[in-house]
Every structure is written in C-alpha cells, then in structure tokens.
C-alpha cells in the first residue's frame, strides 16, 4: 500500500533465510540482513515504480515508514537496489518468518527455490544429475546457468511479450528489404544505361553484380550507425520510463548488424534482376 496515497498495487515479496548468504546484491549488506530478522520489517527495492509511493525518498531522509502488504502493518528498515521486471513493478525483502506472517496462508514446508551452496571450484553438474536421479520428479533441479537459461526462455517463449517482440523483428526485417530493395532498383534503373554500356564493354554480370552488392553494403552501413545511435538512447528512455534493466549489449548489437547487411544483401539479389535483364542492344 502506498504509504502516501494509500492506494494498493502488486508487489512482488521474497522471503530468505537471513542468516544464507544467498542474493548478490551489492546494498545487501549484513546489517540490513539484521534488520529483517525483526518481526514485521523489510526491504525496499529503490527502484521500484514510483506508485510505490516516495518511500526511498522518506527512508533516506531518516524519516520512519511504515505501510501494509497482504493487510499486515510493516517497516521499511532498508533499501536494496534489484530493479523492476516484467512480472513485478517492484520488489520488497523479508525475512522467511516475515513472510510467513504476511501470507499466513501458505504452509511452512512450502519453498519455492532452494539454493545449495558448492565449495569453490567445484564442477556442479555432477552433483546436479547425482540430485535429480534422487529426488521425486516434482522437484526440478538446475544449475545456476541452467535457472537463468529457464527463466529467459520462459519469457522469450512461454509469454505473449517473446511473440510480440519477434513479431517486431521479423516485420522491421520484412520492411527494411521491401525499402532497400526499392531504393537499389530505382538506382539500378536510373543507371540501366551506363551498366549496359558496361556489359557492352565486356564487363561481366558477376562483375555488375559485385557493384550492386557493394552499394547493398554502403546502405547498411550508413543505415546502421544512426540507428545504433538511436536505438541506444530509446533504449535509455525505455529503461528510465519503466524502470526495467534493459540496455544494449554487444552481443545484440553484432545480430543487428548481421541482419542489417543479410537484409541489403537479399534486397540487392532481387534488385540485380533487373540489371541482367538490361541489353545494350534495346538501350541504344
């Protein structure tokens, strides 16, 4: 509940044992893991969507704040920094008794995730196949890699927002041919005399068509830099707006680009059709 407004809003509430080190958040020092071993107290995320109410702001000034969730009065006894998700607009941290008191519902055995902590340098995958032979087939058990490979898969596939997003990217690489394609052939056209003249020369088709290709490669590269450009700073406004960890990586960066210049290629490939077609003989 918004301690200002006292409107209500989902948030999403994890229970941990205090006294695991179990979450790499660098805020999440020992002294606030202290803090929600006392009954009725937790942790607010900072970046959390501001419907949450101006808690970070209240909290930092030394300010005491207390508000509800699942109708039990709480505290804010710190701040952690996780960021907002598509499945939660904001996150708050408890302890697991904390959390049994908010949700008296649920039963005391029921965990969601349980963590098992290796000695370093130890290989996991052993111990997990040694694990999933002994334990009963409602129980999943994953590496580290394998829990995060689960999750991204889960919502690039197993929800509407995965779809809608590849939606995205094959229409903008259906269009981007459709107009590369239509910039080159009005080019190819307006040159179709000097490439006969070409061909009439002796110049070959795979010659002619290495020109095509080669302008094919120009477009995506003078095409690409602004919109990297572009796509960085929507990307910030995105992240800024919605509080979601989004950014650019490296690794997308090279895929668009792989699929800026496949795009010019396959738009440059129908346009040189018209380029074989052209005969010195009908042009002069």
Same mark, same amino acid.
């Given at each position: 509940?918004?301690?200002?407004?006292?409107?209500?809003?989902?948030?999403?509430?994890?229970?941990?044992?205090?006294?695991?080190?179990?979450?790499?958040?660098?805020?999440?020092?020992?002294?606030?893991?202290?803090?929600?071993?006392?009954?009725?107290?937790?942790?607010?995320?900072?970046?959390?969507?501001?419907?949450?109410?101006?808690?970070?702001?209240?909290?930092?000034?030394?300010?005491?704040?207390?508000?509800?969730?699942?109708?039990?009065?709480?505290?804010?006894?710190?701040?952690?920094?996780?960021?907002?998700?598509?499945?939660?607009?904001?996150?708050?941290?408890?302890?697991?008794?904390?959390?049994?008191?908010?949700?008296?519902?649920?039963?005391?055995?029921?965990?969601?995730?349980?963590?098992?902590?290796?000695?370093?340098?130890?290989?996991?995958?052993?111990?997990?196949?040694?694990?999933?032979?002994?334990?009963?087939?409602?129980?999943?058990?994953?590496?580290?890699?394998?829990?995060?490979?689960?999750?991204?898969?889960?919502?690039?596939?197993?929800?509407?927002?995965?779809?809608?997003?590849? /939606?995205? !990217?094959? $229409?903008? #690489? =259906?269009? +981007?041919?459709?107009? @590369?394609?239509?910039?080159?052939?009005? %080019?190819?056209? &307006?040159?179709?005399?000097?490439?006969?003249?070409?061909?009439?020369?002796?110049?070959?088709?795979?010659?002619?068509?290495?020109?095509?290709?080669?302008?094919?490669?120009?477009?995506?590269?003078?095409?690409?830099?602004?919109?990297?450009?572009?796509?960085?700073?929507?990307?910030?406004?995105?992240?800024?707006?919605?509080?979601?960890?989004?950014?650019?990586?490296?690794?997308?960066?090279?895929?668009?680009?792989? /699929?800026? !210049?496949? $795009?010019? #290629? =396959?738009? +440059?490939?129908?346009? @040189?059709?018209?380029?074989?077609?052209? %005969?010195?003989? &009908?042009?002069?």
């Amino acid at each position: 509940k918004n301690p200002q407004t006292r409107r209500t809003r989902s948030i999403f509430v994890v229970g941990v044992d205090p006294s695991a080190d179990l979450l790499e958040l660098p805020e999440l020092t020992p002294d606030k893991l202290e803090e929600i071993k006392k009954a009725d107290v937790v942790l607010f995320d900072r970046r959390s969507r501001s419907e949450f109410g101006p808690i970070p702001e209240w909290f930092e000034s030394g300010r005491e704040v207390f508000t509800e969730v699942g109708n039990r009065r709480v505290q804010v006894g710190g701040l952690f920094e996780m960021g907002a998700t598509f499945g939660a607009d904001g996150t708050i941290l408890t302890s697991d008794l904390n959390f049994l008191r908010i949700f008296p519902q649920r039963e005391r055995g029921l965990v969601d995730i349980g963590v098992v902590q290796l000695q370093p340098g130890v290989d996991p995958q052993p111990l997990v196949q040694q694990m999933r032979a002994f334990l009963p087939e409602d129980v999943r058990v994953l590496s580290r890699a394998e829990f995060i490979d689960m999750e991204q898969s889960y919502w690039e596939e197993g929800t509407a927002i995965g779809f809608i997003f590849g /939606l995205g !990217v094959a $229409m903008g #690489f =259906i269009v +981007g041919i459709v107009i @590369v394609y239509q910039i080159l052939y009005t %080019d190819v056209s &307006d040159h179709l005399a000097e490439y006969a003249t070409l061909k009439a020369m002796g110049y070959t088709d795979t010659y002619l068509l290495g020109v095509v290709f080669q302008e094919a490669i120009l477009l995506a590269g003078l095409g690409y830099i602004p919109a990297f450009a572009l796509a960085v700073l929507l990307y910030d406004l995105t992240a800024n707006a919605t509080l979601l960890p989004i950014a650019m990586t490296f690794s997308r960066a090279v895929l668009v680009l792989l /699929l800026t !210049v496949s $795009m010019c #290629f =396959i738009s +440059g490939a129908i346009a @040189v059709r018209r380029l074989r077609a052209a %005969d010195p003989a &009908d042009i002069f």
